[in-house]
């Protein structure tokens, strides 16, 4: 997608502090943190959100959901919590799914 700012930190046409990259997905520190470690976990492949999660992303998703753990251990965190926003009314402002891993505070708001 030419906009999309996630697509372009992918093809490396703006930076981003990069903390993961294999052949289907990107890790980067959120530009604007709201926890002591807050990261985003982004497909390269441009998916808007999860309203437009069809089979064949199941894998991709699966990968996603299981490199949460391991980034967050990485970067020294006992817990942390993982954020999907979805749609304009669910909080998205950048529409390329991204999976917000934060943590490091001592106690996280209780939801
Ligand atoms: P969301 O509101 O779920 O769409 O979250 C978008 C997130 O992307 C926000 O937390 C932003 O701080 C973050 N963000 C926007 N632009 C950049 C960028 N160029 N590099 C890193 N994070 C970004
Ligand atoms: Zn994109």
Redesign the pocket.
């Known amino acids: 997608m030419d906009n999309c ?1 996630f697509c372009k ?1 992918v093809k490396r046409e ?1 930076p ?1 502090s990069i903390v993961y990259e294999d052949s289907d997905l990107l890790a ?5 943190p709201i926890d002591k470690v807050h990261l ?1 976990i982004i497909p390269k492949e441009h998916i808007e959100n999860l309203f437009y999660c069809k089979e064949q992303h199941k894998e991709t998703l699966s990968k996603m959901m299981f490199l949460a753990p391991k980034l967050a251990k990485e970067n020294g965190l006992e817990g942390f919590r993982t954020m999907i ?1 979805t749609g304009e009314k669910g ?4 529409f390329h799914i ?1 999976f ?1 891993v934060y943590g490091g505070s001592e106690k996280l708001a209780k939801i």
């Open positions: 700012i930190i703006i981003a980067f520190k959120d530009i604007n985003l926003n909080g998205q402002e950048v991204h917000h």
